[in-house]
């Protein structure tokens, strides 16, 4: 996404771990707790650094596994603490019996996932099998194609999990490796303004209000329990106005404006990608060549997954003939990526819907090209010439 | 330490009308536990009997602020807690004279178990609360399966007393030792029958700075197939056969609170319960023995560590 750098004395170099420990420290948190997983380390390690340095407030709680880190964050939370953590991979899964207490309570706890492969096999590398593994867990999903975004995410997702209409946990996802590790230009915002941005956290009750006991996390039976989760799923799905209304605020504020999702090129587009976080970056590199030879392809990259946007989404599609929906994580029920049955479900019904296909891509960290998104463009063509979707699902970069 | 007549003046902060059955070992713990610590208690519960047996939505047992999350997780949720309690203090969002106690609750399954990571690490970690155990010895809310802090021998329903296999064949883990090896201020075993020793054990930990370790041994008349009424007894039996010493470890000084005057064979406490009833049978009297002379060695061991340094 291009950035515009209005002031050339904010832009530094920061890779996207060192951009999030940024955002944490300015954040200053009450609470983080954290074990430390590859590609994510660095965030935690330099947050480290910053407590070690006296730098922020926050109690950092070095706990013994993921499982006590979500854990510890679920107390904090409770306790009315603002409460923040990062992870990857198996560190995610091990947190996941824990992620659907932090939803189910209400706490909104803010996580930088750091998207690495799940085992087996073992793999460090960057795809989205770990957060796409908790997609129904009930937390905010936002994915970040940059680092500057990454940053910039962080802190909207603050203002949108303790917004008292939502109060639901988000994680704020970066490619591992690609987004974490690499080093691009971005635009800090000035600490006080942070401040200003994210504001104090106001719980709705805590149980350090002593003074006023509650309990929290009661046994619920079939008389109450779908009444929860049914307020809970009235939470989530608003949850995506005020993802409007933060991204516009954080717009106005510091010249950078977020939606639900980026456009790109895709208006009068008779073909088109949809891809999450950086592959999003190469994509456009396809899209501006094929462009220059005259043909008519774009892009959508949705930026808030969950809750998802299916009306916003749809309605994009709807000029566009002929849609790849690129996944970088099989949900191997046999029938693409998660991604890619979402967009195609939110397409159905529609009359002239485009043609949807899915493909799976650059799992474990296989390098998707400039080239890989052409040969996807191509194909796309042929659906538009033959009529006809051909493989509905399947892989490329294999 | 409070008189049982002060203590008996205290507001009673676990209410009656719970659920859990007639002669549970819990609910006199967690009545004195909360009577015993002088200051408000924030209290966190490992699924169990005790958080199933309490809440119910839209009912709750608990007169102070409490919070199930789940199985495994108990001591690193008060760990989040405690943190919590820390921070806002220190930013000035708690006022710097209000005092609060951290206490987090588990029965065996969910301490010795699953969540025995988790109490290691913030046992470690030095978090400020006190753990309390209630060891009922088997995992009584799903329907008495077998724990590591099951007896050797015991019928559970995941170690039967068959013709192959006569009940669970492994001696029980050693809880309080490995809590112990954590160097932590104060650790110590109590047991509901002598509420004296429990009260002020449970004073104590709950007045040391750091992590401290309760290990209440808690009758189970569904489980131990015993009598509702014998529940006390049978808890009493449980430390006059030394199957269950009452000691402390405060600051490395191990003390033995109660020595029986007259040492009671194991089986006097067994034959109270149905689930060793099959120990008594001609081909299993081996088992008998076997734990006699175990339970005799663990004593003598205790014993000449009575007074001394254990770290």
């Known amino acids: 996404m291009a950035t515009p750098l209005t002031d050339k004395k904010k832009q530094v170099v920061l890779t996207g771990n060192s951009a999030v420990a940024y955002a944490m420290k300015q954040i200053d948190p009450d609470v983080c707790a954290a074990y430390p997983i590859t590609p994510s380390t660095a965030i935690m390690e330099e947050f480290s650094s910053y407590y070690a340095d006296g730098k922020v407030s926050t109690e950092l709680v070095t706990v013994e596994s993921e499982h006590s880190a979500m854990s510890a964050c679920v107390g904090a939370a409770a306790a009315g603490a603002r409460v923040m953590t990062a992870t990857s991979s198996q560190g995610l899964a091990l947190m996941w019996e824990v992620l659907y207490i932090a939803s189910g309570m209400r706490l909104p706890v803010v996580m930088a996932v750091v998207n690495r492969a799940l085992s087996a096999p073992i793999n460090i590398h960057c795809d989205h099998s770990d957060s796409m593994g908790a997609r129904d867990s009930g937390w905010i999903q936002i994915y970040s194609e940059t680092v500057q975004e990454a940053y910039d995410n962080l802190f909207q997702a603050v203002r949108i999990a303790e917004d008292h209409r939502v109060l639901t946990p988000a994680m704020v996802c970066l490619d591992g490796f690609i987004t974490s590790h690499a080093i691009e230009n971005l635009t800090l915002i000035e600490d006080g303004d942070v401040k200003d941005f994210v504001g104090e956290f106001e719980p709705k009750q805590s149980l350090l209000d002593t003074g006023h006991p509650i309990t929290m996390g009661a046994m619920t039976l079939p008389e109450y329990y779908i009444d929860f989760k049914y307020e809970q799923s009235k939470a989530i799905r608003g949850a995506k106005e005020v993802v409007i209304e933060v991204g516009r605020e954080f717009g106005e504020r510091f010249g950078r404006e977020y939606g639900l999702m980026e456009c790109y090129r895709l208006d009068d587009a008779d073909v088109a990608i949809v891809v999450l976080s950086s592959a999003a970056g190469t994509t456009k590199v396809a899209v501006d060549r094929l462009r220059d030879q005259g043909k008519k392809v774009g892009l959508l990259r949705p930026r808030l997954y969950r809750p998802f946007p299916h009306e916003e989404i749809a309605s994009a599609l709807m000029g566009v003939k002929a849609v790849c929906v690129l996944d970088r994580a099989d949900s191997m029920s046999g029938f693409g990526g998660p991604l890619f049955t979402d967009v195609r479900s939110a397409l159905y019904g529609r009359d002239s819907a485009p043609k949807v296909i899915g493909r799976i891509f650059g799992l474990g960290g296989r390098d998707y090209k400039v080239e890989d998104a052409e040969a996807v463009f191509d194909e796309l063509y042929n659906v538009l010439e033959t009529g006809e979707a051909g493989k509905l699902t399947g892989y490329i970069t294999i | ?311």
Not at chain 2, 24 to 33: F, Q, T, Y
Not at chain 2, 118 to 132: I, K, M, N, P, W
Not at chain 2, 143 to 163: K, Y
């Open chain 2, 1 to 311: 330490m409070a008189t049982l007549k002060e203590l008996s003046a205290r507001e009673e902060l676990f209410s009656g009308g719970h659920r859990l059955c007639a002669g549970c070992g819990i609910p006199p713990i967690m009545r004195l536990l909360l009577r015993s610590a002088g200051a408000p208690v924030v209290a966190t519960t490992a699924t169990g009997c005790l958080e199933v047996g309490t809440t119910i939505y839209p009912y709750t047992s608990w007169r102070i602020s409490w919070i199930h999350s789940a199985f495994e997780n108990s001591a690193a949720t008060i760990s989040g807690i405690e943190s919590a309690y820390r921070s806002l203090k220190k930013k000035g969002k708690i006022a710097a004279d209000k005092d609060i106690k951290f206490l987090a609750l588990g029965g065996d399954g969910g301490t010795y178990d699953i969540g025995f990571q988790a109490l290691s690490g913030a046992l470690e970690r030095g978090h400020d609360f006190l753990y309390v155990c209630y060891d009922n010895g088997a995992y009584m809310n799903t329907g008495i399966q077998r724990s590591s802090a099951t007896p050797l021998g015991s019928a559970t329903t995941t170690s039967p007393a068959g013709s192959a296999h006569p009940g669970k064949g492994q001696w029980r883990k050693d809880l309080t030792r490995i809590v112990v090896a954590h160097n932590i201020p104060y650790a110590a075993q109590a047991s509901p029958h002598n509420w004296r020793d429990l009260a002020k054990k449970a004073e104590k930990a709950f007045n040391t700075e750091g992590p401290t370790f309760l290990n209440v041994v808690s009758p189970c008349p569904l489980g131990w197939y015993s009598k509702p009424e014998l529940s006390i007894e049978t808890a009493k039996l449980a430390v006059d056969t030394c199957y269950w010493p009452l000691y402390e470890v405060e600051d490395g000084i191990l003390k033995v609170n109660y020595k029986p005057r007259e040492k009671k064979p194991i089986e006097e406490w067994l034959k109270l319960q149905g689930r060793f009833k099959h120990l008594f049978k001609e081909e299993n009297r081996w088992l008998l023995e076997e734990t006699q002379k175990r339970i005799d060695s663990e004593w003598e061991r205790l014993l000449e560590m009575d007074g001394k340094r254990v770290f």
